[in-house]
């Protein structure tokens, strides 16, 4: 499994975008970059996911350069509501159903008015 | 449709006492997980499941066992609580058709072992 490295923690101001990059310089040709986000008191949720280039839904916006050794994850105007803890994954999107995926410590966004 | 649910939401065990922690999910997913969250640790799986009347150990299996003896349900068991098992405990569920399928988690169940 590629190891994932991202800031442990990071604070915004309401309005502004927040970009937080995750690095996988051992990713392998077939995995996939996902991200899930947690609030505090809830289980994780997807948020988006891509292979390469710009992947975009009405989230948040994914960056991946040519080499794929880092990704940057975009949110847009970040509201006091987007405050959590945001997670990199790396793992084969074809290995079947069950993915061999690791949630590592994952960067805290803190919200700020 | 509820989602993935957890059944209790909040425990408190005695070192030694035994309780079982039920994950149902309505989605009709073949793939069931159940992590582990401790406080600067991230997530950590402990055991998964493949499908109905299967099961694997995780990264951190030592502990607890699972049984899924209904495709829908994923039950995990502690036979004998340990302080150190005090944490909140994430299932999780995908389909796993047509290969990468999202991870559907439930909201936690906050276990405390004294």
């Known amino acids: 499994l590629a190891k994932t490295t991202q800031p442990i923690s990071m604070d915004s101001y309401e309005g502004q975008e927040v970009n937080i990059t995750c690095s996988h310089n051992?990713?392998?040709?077939?995995?996939?970059i996902t991200w899930y986000q947690q609030f505090p008191s809830q289980g994780p949720r997807f948020i988006i996911q891509g292979y390469k280039t710009k992947v975009t839904n009405e989230v948040a916006s994914l960056f991946i350069p040519a080499d794929r050794k880092s990704s940057t994850l975009s949110l847009p105007r970040v509201s006091l509501s987007d405050t959590a803890v945001y997670y990199c994954?790396?793992?084969?999107?074809?290995?079947?159903?069950?993915?061999?995926?690791?949630f590592g410590i994952g960067t805290k966004l803190q919200v700020i008015p | 449709n509820a989602g993935v649910t957890q059944t209790p939401k909040f425990r408190v065990l005695k070192t030694g006492q035994s309780m079982t922690l039920l994950c149902a999910q309505d989605m009709n997913h073949e793939y069931m997980y159940w992590y582990r969250q401790d406080p600067g640790m991230g997530l950590r799986l402990i055991h998964y499941s493949v499908g109905e009347g299967t099961t694997a150990k995780g990264e951190v299996p030592d502990g607890y066992n699972v049984s899924r003896l209904k495709k829908q349900n994923f039950l995990l068991g502690l036979e004998s609580a340990a302080p150190s098992q005090t944490s909140v405990y994430f299932c999780a569920s995908n389909s796993g058709t047509g290969g990468w399928s999202e991870q559907f988690f439930g909201p936690g169940t906050r276990l405390t072992v004294l």
């Open positions: 051992n990713i392998a040709t077939n995995d996939y």
């Open positions: 994954l790396v793992g084969d999107r074809n290995s079947g159903g069950y993915q061999k995926v690791t």
